[in-house]
């Protein structure tokens, strides 16, 4: 195809700008650049920046009419509920029969913290320096331990070793995965994929060149999830393995509960094929998105979109009304993920503005000051309306959210405060262990770190800790003999060993 063809095609779209440096381009760069044009759909591509144009630069509708709080009979709490320990055997059962399998929105790059490679490649700094894909590893293989151990004959039966952990994330995780020997999981269980990508827009709705022959592109959210389970083979995999439950989270929570049985069971006593673990909104200024329901469904409603009114809304208790808080932590059962695929059209682009970028008129590349563009993408809670039996699972903040969003110098959401979090839950665990402290420890200099390996949750500890004197910092690790090993960080001769834990 020449050139000439090819404006005639673009212009049909307004796209003709592509080819405006293909004389200039080697013959292998005129190929690049025709493949990328390929594989773009120039009507959709369009028709989607018209939808969005006619809502950008307008003020957000507000749904206050529409929105109602969360139903009762939808919704239950770890800090009220009475029914933790069947909910909790109910998940270990489901994830001993292997019917359970983790997915991780792993993708983005860790811009915020200064580093130019993915977020959960990053050390937060703990006593171990284990990142952020080593700690969620490593949950997942106690996890998985404590199912089998509770439900041997299941296990046996099943015969799988780990939790399928299927990961959306770049080429870059899965090499980083690989130099790290999968952190002691089985290969065969870990599945990398990627998500697709969309064309950058200027604010006309003209496709942005990033180079003269190379077309900028971003991801397409999180909610592009649902088109690659299906496009890339991810739901076939899930169901061959046998996997009926699908855990989904992001990377950033350094507290996240792998497979969280206690969860998983929640969902599965509320018969639910969609589901979302939330933290209490106390401030009614907090810009984080809420669960409720609009027009009888059930979707996450953004600060934005609430009238300040409705946001300090309290019920009879004093509570904000609307107070479910997502996190990005959610359940999905494998035939509601498949149902998907059909409807996954439906969901709505969302507009982020970014500094992108671009070409210039004169041939240079070009990095702007403001924000120049927009990237398209979709949310992975889009689908919650779609949800028949839709579950809502209430957790304390301080024991399972701790995200990583920003470098230090924001004070919020950021390397010290997640170990500050890590560390004071791990304190809090051996207090309930009933250990002894050499010295009245401040919270703000606690430094007690527990291997994933050694206790997934505070379980396990006071058989072998009841009594004990410790000192911070202290790292509790197992041995490559599966002993717990208790590291000084400050004297290594103090170091000790307790055999067979």
């Known amino acids: 195809m020449n050139k ?37 759909n120039f009507e959709q591509v369009v028709s989607n920046f018209n939808k969005v144009k006619s809502e950008m630069g307008t003020a957000q509708q507000q749904i206050d009419s529409m929105i109602e709080p969360v139903s009762s009979e939808a919704k239950d709490s770890l800090i009220s509920s009475n029914h933790i320990d069947s909910y909790e055997l109910q998940g270990l059962k489901a994830i001993a029969q292997n019917e359970v399998a983790v997915l991780l929105l792993a993708s983005g790059q860790g811009t915020r913290l200064g580093v130019s490679y993915p977020k959960g490649m990053y050390s937060v700094g703990l006593l171990s320096n284990k990142s952020l894909y080593q700690i969620q590893a490593e949950r997942l ?19 799988q070793k780990n939790i399928p952990w299927y990961i959306m994330a770049s080429e870059q995780t899965q090499k980083f995965f690989e130099s790290k020997k999968y952190f002691g999981l089985e290969k065969e269980n870990v599945t990398f994929f990627e998500q697709y990508q969309l064309p950058c827009l200027t604010n006309e709705g003209k496709i942005i060149l990033d180079q003269k022959h190379k077309i900028s592109k971003a991801p397409d959210g999180n909610g592009g999830l649902y088109r690659a389970l299906y496009q890339r083979g991810i739901l076939k995999d899930m169901k061959n393995k046998g996997v009926k439950y699908v855990h989904v989270y992001c990377v950033d929570n350094i507290l996240v509960k792998m497979a969280d049985p206690v969860f998983i069971g929640f969902c599965l006593s ?37 009238s300040e009114q409705t946001r300090n809304l309290r019920d009879t208790s004093g509570e904000l009304m609307y107070n479910a808080g997502n996190i990005c932590n959610h359940f999905m059962t494998v035939d509601f993920l498949s149902d998907i695929y059909e409807r996954e059209k439906q969901l709505p682009y969302h507009v982020a503005e970014k500094k992108i970028a671009f070409v210039a008129n004169n041939g240079e590349r070009t990095l702007p000051k403001s924000n120049n563009g927009i990237k398209l993408e979709k949310f992975v809670f889009d689908v919650f309306p779609f949800s028949e039996r839709f579950a809502i699972w209430e957790v304390p903040r301080e024991q399972e959210f701790s995200p990583l969003k920003n470098s230090d110098e924001a004070k919020k959401d950021c390397p010290s405060t997640c170990r500050a979090d890590l560390y004071a839950q791990h ?9 002894q402290f050499e010295q009245k420890e401040q919270n703000d200099k606690v430094m007690f770190e527990i291997s994933p390996l050694v206790s997934y949750n505070g379980e396990g500890l006071r058989e072998y800790l009841i009594g004990k004197t410790l000192k911070t910092p202290l790292n509790i690790e197992l041995d490559h003999m599966d002993n717990i090993k208790f590291n000084d960080m400050e004297n290594s001769e103090r170091d000790e060993i307790i055999i067979g834990a």
């Open 141 to 159: 293989l106690k996890i998985k331990k404590l199912a089998d151990q509770k439900f041997p004959t299941e296990a046996a039966r099943s015969n």
């Open 427 to 435: 304190f809090e665990w051996l207090r309930n262990a009933g250990v």
């Open 270 to 306: 509320q018969n639910a094929d969609c589901a979302a673990k939330v933290v209490k909104k106390v401030q009614p200024e907090e810009k984080v998105g809420v669960i409720c329901k609009v027009n009888n469904k059930y979707q996450v409603v953004e600060y934005s979109e609430i």
């Open 4 to 40: 000439h063809q090819l404006e005639s095609r673009l212009k049909e779209y307004g796209q003709e700008h592509l080819v405006q440096f293909w004389d200039e381009l080697s013959m292998e760069q005129q190929q690049e650049l025709l493949t990328e044009i390929n594989e773009i």
